[in-house]
C-alpha cells in the first residue's frame, strides 16, 4: 500500500453534499436554489406543461375530432398468413387463441379477426372472434370451419 493509491474504507464517507447546512458546507446561504423567485420556495411544484403563465401548446392548438371510448380493436390476420403457418408444419388443422399466441401473431388479450387477404388451401377449423364474409367464405370453400367466439 503506498500513498497513490489510498482509499477511504467502505461506508466512510456519504456521496451526496448536505445542501443549507450553513455557509461552512459550500451550499448553505439559498442552497442552490439561486435568489429569490417561485422556484427558490419550499412547496413549490408546477403542473405539466405548464410554460411560465404564457398559453400552452395543449391549449394552443385546434381541437377536432371524435374518440369513441366504446371501440373494439382487433388484431387482423391474412389467411395467406395462416397458410404460410401451415406450409411451415407450425399449425395442422385447427386454429385458435392459444395457437396464435404461440406463434406470436397475437398478443394473449388481443381480440382477433380474421382478414380475407391471400388465398387459404389447407382444410382448417377456426375459432376466434371474428371474420370478414370473404374469409369466411373462403375457408368454408377450403373445406373448414369458421367458429365465431
Known sequence: MNLHNLTPAEGSTKSRKRIARGEGSGKGGT???GHKGQ???S???RKIGFEGG???LQRRVPKFGFTNINR???AGINLDK???LVDNGRIKDTVNLEILIANRLVG???LVKILGGGELKAKLNITVHKFTATAKAAIEAAG???VTL
Open 82 to 84: 395462416l397458410q404460410e
Open 39 to 41: 422556484k427558490s420556495r
Open 54 to 56: 404564457q398559453m400552452p
Open 144 to 146: 373448414g370451419e369458421a
Open 31 to 33: 442552497a442552490t436554489r
Open 72 to 74: 373494439k380493436e382487433y
Open 43 to 45: 412547496g413549490y411544484s
Open 108 to 110: 394473449k388479450n388481443d
